[in-house]
Nanobody
Framework: QVQLVESGGGLVQAGGSLRLSCAAS????????VGWFRQPPGKEREFVAA????????LYAASVKGRFTISRDNAKNTVYLQLNSLKPGDTAVYYC???????????????WGQGTQVTVSS
């Protein structure tokens, strides 16, 4: 089992950047595929990005590809999401999630954090 805690959210102007962190408990973090999701106000939660257990493979939603970058540091039990060129449409609660598996995925994660708010002003 793994517990996840997100941080790094905040208020930023359009065009700005933020870096979100997802800190995990446990010694076996490297066994988990990790994903980032977001839930805009009044909308359903949507996939943003995922990273393989080693960090060598990544997957992105089309809406963020080229602007967001997912990375991980297994020695620190942390996954990051770098958000660049932010738009008001990126405003959402951002969640990280983990799954003890081999393949990158856009859904079916077992473990979730509590979320961190990102607000982009125009």
């Amino acid at each position: 089992q793994v517990q996840l805690v997100e941080s790094g959210g905040g208020l930023v102007q359009a065009g700005g950047s933020l870096r979100l962190s997802c800190a995990a408990s446990g010694r076996t973090f490297s066994r988990y595929v990790v994903g980032w999701f977001r839930q805009p106000p009044g909308k359903e939660r949507e996939f943003v990005a995922a990273i393989s257990r080693t960090g060598h493979s990544t997957l992105y939603a089309a809406s963020v590809k080229g602007r967001f970058t997912i990375s991980r540091d297994n020695a620190k039990n942390t996954v990051y999401l770098q958000l660049n060129s932010l738009k008001p449409g990126d405003t959402a609660v951002y969640y990280c999630a983990a799954e003890e598996g081999l393949e990158l995925r856009r859904s079916d994660y077992d473990y979730w954090g509590q979320g961190t708010q990102v607000t982009v002003s125009s």
